[in-house]
């Protein structure tokens, strides 16, 4: 079976919820998402309250004080916020993407062939949580002459550091605070090599269901883990479609495919969303030749109508200010702006 291009964008925006609302709580759509880019803090309140009927931006900062959501480094080495048990596992599963950087990243390279290392951080965080400059310091002891920064990357990459609060909260602010993850959440570890053999094809199975149907790069665009297509031969039952192009596309069997005539509203997400960092072909969700005014725009967060990449806005003072619109938007997608912008800064007014 062909999917087109529309339908595949109708079918992606089905699943991650931004055709309609859905009645989850947070912490279920987290889960769904797989986690939410998280490496700003203003992002992952904007990416739920686009795709929930009923936000409450403090209960979600109260999740986060109580360990049950955390926001640590996973995937593609970036931060996220997860649950306090897909934590744990998707922070062993992307382990070998952490092990690249810290041998391939200038910065981190002094650091990458340090014996004992492991050993260290536990030892420095042994009494309890520290600020990351604190943490640093007490690496350096155990390596002199290593730069501290170089130590503190490699401790992120080889260890699953939860930031703390109030660094993420709605409307807070701190410094960068690390404890270890099973300390902090109560949650055991995973082991890397246990999710590689037996947890991997569930972590995949649970992509396809949020940003399906999909490619084996698609997959390594979302997690940067490579050589996936055992993995993907493992996972029982998998259905395959077709792109317009002719390329292969797994799916999970009854996940929901759009027809591509739904209606795609106005939705206003933040700078940095999964939406649009977890397939290969970008098109699946930016219009030929748009994409690069995402990345020119810098500060703008995103907003989609029609199914695309539409504009840049950003929040001024509380306010939704459009930075730049990629085309006229319609009648109707002017008055669904304006409802998206009463109920973003009623949620920046909070």
């Known amino acids: 079976m062909i999917l087109t291009e529309r339908q595949l964008n109708r079918t992606l925006l089905l699943r991650q919820h931004l055709l309609s609302r859905a009645s989850l709580t947070p912490a279920e759509m987290i889960e769904h998402l797989v986690g939410l880019q998280a490496q700003e803090s203003l992002p992952p309140f904007l990416g739920l309250a686009a795709r929930l009927e009923s936000f409450d931006p403090y209960a979600l900062s109260a999740q986060l004080e109580s360990s049950a959501l955390v926001r640590l480094s996973s995937l593609r080495s970036t931060i996220h916020m997860h649950t306090a048990a897909d934590a744990a ?41 520290l600020p990351n400059a604190a943490l640093e310091a ?10 501290a920064k170089a130590l503190g990357l490699r401790a992120r990459n080889e260890l699953p550091l939860v930031q703390l609060p109030p660094r993420g909260l709605w409307k807070g602010s701190g410094g960068l605070v690390y404890d270890l993850l099973p300390r902090w959440t109560g949650v055991s570890p995973v082991v890397a090599d246990d999710v590689v053999q037996d947890l991997a094809p569930q972590i995949v199975r649970r992509y396809l269901l949020a940003y399906g149907p999909a490619s084996a790069a698609d997959i390594t665009t979302w997690s940067s883990l490579t050589r996936l297509g055992p993995v993907i031969k493992r996972i029982d039952g998998l259905v395959t479609y077709r792109d317009e192009a002719g390329k292969i596309l797994y799916d999970v069997p009854d996940a929901p495919l759009a027809t591509g005539d739904e209606h795609a509203p106005v939705r206003l997400l933040g700078r940095f969303d999964n939406l649009w960092l977890s397939h290969a072909n970008r098109e699946r969700i930016t219009a030929k030749g748009t994409r690069k005014e995402w990345g020119i725009g810098g500060g703008g967060a995103v907003m989609i109508a029609g199914g695309h990449l539409v504009g840049l806005w950003k929040q001024v003072d ?5 930075v730049k619109l990629l085309r006229d938007l319609t009648p109707d997608e002017r008055d669904e702006l304006a409802e998206e912008t009463v109920r973003v800064e009623s949620l920046l007014a909070s």
């Open 89 to 129: 596992l998707i922070r062993a599963w992307t382990q070998p993407v952490h092990d690249f950087y810290t041998q391939r990243v200038e910065i981190v390279r002094p650091a990458a062939q340090l014996e004992g290392f492991v050993e260290a951080v536990e030892d420095v965080l042994a009494l309890g949580a």
């Open 138 to 147: 007490g690496l350096v002891e155990h390596f002199p002459g290593i730069p």
């Open 318 to 322: 509380g306010k939704v200010e459009v």
